[in-house]
């Protein structure tokens, strides 16, 4: 690990002006990611501006109904939080599955959209990888890859992004607000995440020197009957191989409405407007179910090794808008 | 000019202040164990992986390896040195004494501070992973073996102890019920 | 000395000796009833030190740089910039390291590791390699200073290509276990046969990971090497730093009080020697951790396996013959065998018995023993392929098991010291509820889950090794024991402790226990199953020698009364027997077929594995083997690139060992079976514990699914492929 320079931040305004625009500067939230990735001589920063203790670590209510939460909110405050379970159960369950206990009580809200992928190569500072060194190639295509993307990737890279918590907030609808030094600004979550293509090293549409203040959720009835399933190669404390992030409203056996979205599957949390627009209107029966499943995976290219990911992903979305569909008759 | 990269700080750990001088590459961890001469936080992966270096920062469990000890400052350390009172051990610590809640010991002490957490998360009526439904209508879920696993399993113990470490916990946990009934 | 009972009580966890009144005097048993460990107190407050955690004064931090091409020469070594940097001190590498000797043959009977004749020349032989030790004042400093060595390598092309496929080229090597044993026409044998199961399964390569990384510190005390470590026999560990310093065995000494597990992987290896030659160079005290990334490399692993298996039986099960045949990989620069195939020779009677364990070397780290070296990968397969043979011929895989019992060794022809296998079967199936299972493939369902039970045969060598031993009664009337053991979890400390306060006729906390430094004289390490047995069998003969020295009521003298004793006499007039610890597992799953999800509900194995000493430690370490098993089965695997040549992901989040929610409850219990030859009656419970219980979970996937896993770990994947990925 190379020496750094370190800062507390006590505000927003006091954190970007220590930050200043400086590209070997990073903000230190948990440390969950960042720090692992200092040692492995993944990122190599100079200074470390230290936004742990900004005054963003409230949940309350937004101006129209829905909520709002600061990005220093740790993972386990998101999860116990009471509006959050009732409301966007499937928010409480994607962070409940995430990680573990000590590291839910370290990471952050903000740390989490921006942890980066967990693609062994990605790791590996002997070995190539696109991402973190822009054109040295992707060895995960000829290579091991059987838990890597199978949508939406590209030539360049194939990793998947590692979160829980943002596939249930890319299927929530969540809004991220963030501020620099020149004003504030909003993205929603599923375009926050910057598609592939020629650039995996550029991962969101986050200005320069941003600082990510907090997330909001809309207010939205069909969310309180929502779901989070995750698949992994151990029972805990494991990246997912697959997950599901649902919400379904039904009335008289039709979608009325319905969230979806993957994770593991892509290099941002992939949200399923494809089977959305296929599931809408139509039967809430298994086979419609896997019908739009097949819909959104017929985009999908994978690779000799992760084709495994498609027919889990079909039966994960039956599987779990099935039990929504269930307790949605109850 | 270039940013100093040492501080002097303070920690306060298990309820006593040491002041040091840190690089400021220094995790909590190596703090602990190569300045103050407390090694009971163990190095197991220094990744955030396994749970060995388990802590409570301000009560809540923490992994010591990814927590730089500069940003420790102005936080309550506990260590398993720091979790006995007056000599007597803590119910969890005695409960895996009891059922032999380890073998080699390494993850022990990451094991203790865990548990001690999830028994207070769970008093605090966190949900977690197995439950089946987090609405906080649905109240608290029983502390069940499956639960005491699913929380308990950033702790890994590659001598395979988990059996007894279930059974320590669940036994310390109804032992803290009743003591605060 | 009258022999107490043992056997099935239950652990209440307090220490507790049982004091009797007989003939007017005390009779105190400590053995066979639950005792917690001794230094148990010391391990939950987190007083207990492990090597890297001793403090020395002066000390400085020494952080190996590993070579980044699995093949080739190193060219160049950019040290001035290096050091040039804060609080570096020195950098060793093959251009100025000390001089070591690696041509001998150590204590375990094989010359040492290669990576142990650290930087003694050019060549790269695996990814992983380790071509320089930084040292600086601070560990960040030697870490930093590390990752920016320049290291310029001329690249050869390598071949980390293992697979069934490697056969031809394939040698066989005597490791252990001799490579192969052949009895009968296999071929005729096979031909005659109603039923023939010939199926091939593959297992990983599989990497030990010990919780405590490999940790030593090495400096120079009044003339004498004095080296503080984490293995699993210091007496090992400092005759081999003795030969490669060519230095005099008594002016080196190795401590290793505390041991954060081992598995075979802790014997000497590069981080001993880059200590000791850093502490030499430097004349001040040195350590050398290894990082959990490293221990990838430097630590060893097991294995990956291609195995086939032939069985030829009569309509009625009973087997014809038997062929197991395993490839194994080394790597370039040193011989070893994983004997998977040798684990069937003690099973099951067969005219026509053939096995054999063979080797491809490739660009690879060399791989060593790990728990139940050969048994475990053996018996996934062959456990596997009895279960193909009870399926295919409609009978129970229990009855099956019965059936094909042998009298003697099956290629050996001696007799067994004892053989409870079918003992253990039947205490399993009652305590399992097996009676009445339903053996078709495929037909429970709960919700989303179908549900399935399997079972297997366990075995592991029954092992003793010399050893001796020093046993003090002091003038305060307690005893003082000294041996060369090391506890590396698996309870020996406490073991000893019991073993001598029965002989001695004392209770338990009269008597201390001394282990860990090889200054305590000559003993075998903790491997093999063999330890608390080996150094069991010495701490008696010295307490039957001390009690019958000592004149009741006589005064002790203030240096107290010694006697020493040393089992080789004794152990090299054992007879040739077929020694063996024996057990049933047995495993529910429940498996989703929509995603491949696998948990395990349950696992029971019942073993004959001698007498069990302590039943509260005993347990956990029977249990802590299933649990390898269930982890194996569906968890571990080192994925080597074979671009690179080295590991995709070599660390805990991408090598899952099984976690808590992986673990459900699981029972282990024993039946009577003590060792006829051994004093107490021991066997040894370290191995067993691991074999066949990952064929016993493969079997009940089968079961709960109908079909066949061949290859570990039964990823998702694999499920969701139907046995074809």
């Not at chain 2, 051990?89 to 895996?96: I, K, R």
Request: glycine share 10%; charged share 20%; with cysteine.
């Amino acid at each position: 690990m190379r020496e750094f320079g370190y800062q507390r931040a006590y505000d927003v305004s006091g954190a970007l002006a220590l930050l200043d625009g400086d590209g070997e500067a990073r903000f230190l939230g948990g440390g969950t990611n960042l720090v692992d990735l200092m040692k492995t001589g993944v990122e190599r920063p100079a200074r470390l501006v230290d936004v742990r203790e900004l005054p963003l670590n409230r949940i309350e209510p937004a101006e129209d109904g829905g909520l709002r939460i600061g990005a220093t909110v740790t993972n386990s405050d998101l999860a116990a939080h009471p509006e959050v379970r009732r409301r966007y159960p499937a928010l409480a369950q994607a962070v409940l599955a995430g990680a573990s206990g000590q590291l839910r009580n370290m990471a952050t809200v903000g740390g989490n959209l921006l942890q980066r992928t967990r693609c062994g190569y990605f790791a590996d500072v002997d070995s190539p990888c696109n991402k973190r060194d822009p054109g040295s190639g992707c060895p995960a295509i000829a290579g091991e890859h059987h838990n890597h993307a199978v949508l939406g990737a590209s030539g360049h890279c194939v990793a998947t992004h590692p979160s829980d918590m943002g596939v249930a907030l890319a299927a929530l609808d969540a809004r991220v607000s963030y501020e620099t030094a020149s004003g504030a600004g909003e993205l929603s979550l599923t375009d926050f995440y910057l598609p592939v293509g020629e650039t995996p090293h550029r991962e969101t549409a986050l200005p320069p020197g941003a600082l990510i203040t907090g997330v909001t959720l809309p207010a939205d009835g069909t969310a309180a009957n929502s779901r989070y399933r995750k698949v992994r190669e151990r029972a805990s404390y494991a990246f997912a191989i697959g997950s599901v992030a649902a919400a379904l409203d039904v009335r008289d056996g039709q979608v009325h409405d319905v969230r979806l979205a993957f994770g593991a599957v892509a290099s941002r949390p992939w949200r399923a407007r494809t089977a959305e627009r296929v599931l809408t209107g139509g039967p809430a029966d298994a086979e419609h179910f896997a019908a739009a499943a097949d819909a959104e995976l017929a985009a999908a290219r994978p690779l000799p090794h992760n084709g495994y990911k498609v027919t889990l992903m079909r039966n994960l979305v039956v599987a779990v808008l099935s039990e929504l569909a269930e307790e949605a008759a109850r | 000019m270039p940013p100093s990269t040492s501080s002097d700080l303070t920690l306060s750990v298990n309820g006593e202040k040491y002041t040091l001088t840190v690089d400021h590459r220094t995790t909590l961890l190596d703090a602990l164990r190569e300045r103050l001469d407390m090694t009971g936080t163990k190095k197991g992966c220094d990744q955030g992986q396994c749970g060995a270096c388990t802590v409570l920062l301000d009560g809540r469990r923490s992994l010591a390896c990814l927590q730089l000890a500069v940003a420790a400052e102005g936080r309550e350390v506990t260590t398993i040195e720091g979790v006995a009172e007056d000599g007597r051990l803590h119910p969890v610590q005695q409960a895996f004494l009891d059922l032999d809640g380890f073998q080699c010991g390494y993850c022990t002490p990451g094991q203790i501070c865990s548990a001690i957490a999830v028994i207070e998360e769970h008093a605090a009526c966190w949900p977690s992973a197995v439950t089946g439904d987090v609405r906080p209508e649905a109240g608290p879920p029983p502390l069940t073996p499956e639960e005491i696993r699913e929380r308990m399993s950033g702790n890994l113990c590659r001598c395979g102890a988990y059996v007894s470490i279930v059974q320590a916990v669940a036994r310390a946990a109804e032992e803290t019920k009743g003591a605060a009934a | 000395m009258t022999t107490t009972t043992q056997g099935n009580a239950t652990t209440q966890g307090n220490a507790a000796t049982t004091t009797r009144e007989s003939a007017g005097t005390a009779i105190h048993r400590s053995a066979g009833t639950a005792h917690t460990r001794v230094e148990g107190r010391d391990k939950v407050t987190g007083a207990a030190r492990y090597a890297g955690e001793i403090p020395f004064a002066d000390l400085a931090h020494g952080w190996l740089v590993l070579s980044t091409v699995a093949r080739g020469r190193v060219r160049a070594l950019e040290t001035d910039a290096v050091l040039a940097m804060p609080g570096v001190l020195t950098v060793l590498h093959h251009g100025n390291a000390p001089r070591v000797d690696t041509a001998f043959v150590g204590m375990m009977g094989v010359p040492p590791d290669p990576s142990t004749g650290l930087f003694q020349h050019d060549r790269v032989p695996h990814m992983g390699w380790p071509v320089a030790l930084v040292v600086a004042e601070t560990s960040e400093q030697a870490r930093e200073a590390a990752g920016a060595l320049v290291v310029r390598y001329d690249r050869e092309p390598h071949d980390v290509a293992f697979s069934a496929r490697r056969e031809a080229e394939a040698y066989p090597l005597d490791g252990h276990m001799p490579a192969v044993v052949e009895k009968g026409d296999l071929e005729a044998g096979l031909a005659a046969s109603a039923v023939v199961v010939d199926a091939e399964y593959t297992t990983p390569e599989e990497h030990h990971n010990p919780m405590e990384p490999h940790a030593a510190t090495a400096r120079w005390e009044g003339g004498r090497l004095e080296v503080v470590d984490s293995n699993q026999g210091t007496g090992w560990v400092a005759d081999e730093l003795a030969r490669l310093f060519s230095l005099d065995r008594a002016s080196v000494r190795v401590r290793s009080e505390h041991v954060g597990g081992g598995f075979g992987s802790k014997g000497t290896r590069a981080h001993q020697v880059a200590a000791v030659m850093a502490a030499t160079v430097l004349q001040r005290p040195v350590r050398v951790v290894l990082t959990r990334r490293q221990m990838f490399s430097l630590a060893g692993h097991r294995s990956p396996t291609a195995q086939r298996v032939r069985l030829g039986a009569d309509a009625d099960g009973r087997l014809r013959a038997l062929e197991h045949r395993s490839l194994n990989q080394t790597s370039t620069v040193h011989d070893f065998v994983e004997p998977s195939a040798a684990a069937s020779r003690s099973m099951y009677a067969a005219d026509a018995h053939h096995t054999a364990s063979r080797l491809v070397k490739l660009d690879v780290p060399t791989p060593t023993w790990m728990r139940a070296p050969g048994e475990a990968p053996g018996s996934f397969a062959l456990e596997s392929a009895l279960d193909e043979l009870a399926e295919r011929c409609g009978v129970d895989p229990i009855e099956l098991r019965v059936r094909n019992e042998p009298a003697v060794g099956p290629v050996s022809g001696l007799p067994f010291g004892s053989r409870n296998l079918i003992a253990c079967f039947r205490e399993g199936a009652r305590r399992f509820g097996w009676a009445g299972r339903d053996p078709r493939p495929g037909v429970r369902r709960e919700g989303r889950w179908l549900l399935g039970t399997g079972t297997a045969a366990a075995s592991f060598p029954t092992l003793a090794m010399p050893s001796t031993a020093a046993l003090t009664a002091e003038a305060d009337g307690t005893f003082t024991v000294r041996i060369n053991a090391a506890d590396i979890g698996t309870g020996a400390r406490t073991a000893l402790t019991l073993v001598a306060a029965d002989v001695l006729d004392v209770p338990a906390d009269r008597v201390r226990v001394h282990i860990g430094d090889s200054d305590l004289g000559a003993a075998t390490i903790a491997g093999g199953s063999a330890g608390t047995r080996s150094w069991g069998w010495a701490v008696t003969v010295a307490a039957q020698e001390l009690r019958r020295s000592l004149a009741p009521g006589a005064d002790i003298p203030p240096e107290g009364v010694t006697v020493r004793s040393d089992t080789a006499e004794a152990l090299g007039a054992l007879a040739l027997k077929e020694r063996h610890a024996f057990g049933s597992q047995f495993a529910e799953v429940a498996v989703d077929p929509a995603t491949g999800e696998i948990r395990v509900r349950r696992m029971l194995g019942i073993f004959a594995a001698g007498r069990i000493v302590n039943p509260l430690t005993a347990r956990n370490q029977l249990v802590g083997g299933m649990i390898w098993g269930i982890s194996m089965a569906l968890h571990e695997e080192a994925v080597r690139d074979r671009a690179s040549g080295g590991l995709y992901g070599a660390d805990l989040a991408g090598y899952h060992v099984a976690a808590h929610a992986d673990v459900p409850h699981i029972e282990a219990d024993w039946v009577d079976d003590p060792d006829p030859e051994d004093p107490v009656g021991i066997k040894g419970i370290g191995e067993v514990g691991i074999v066949g219980a990952a064929a016993a979970v493969a079997n009940a996937v089968w079961h709960a699914t109908g079909v066949r896993q061949r290859d570990l770990p039964i990823r998702p994947d694999r499920v969701l492929a139907g046995g074809d990925a």
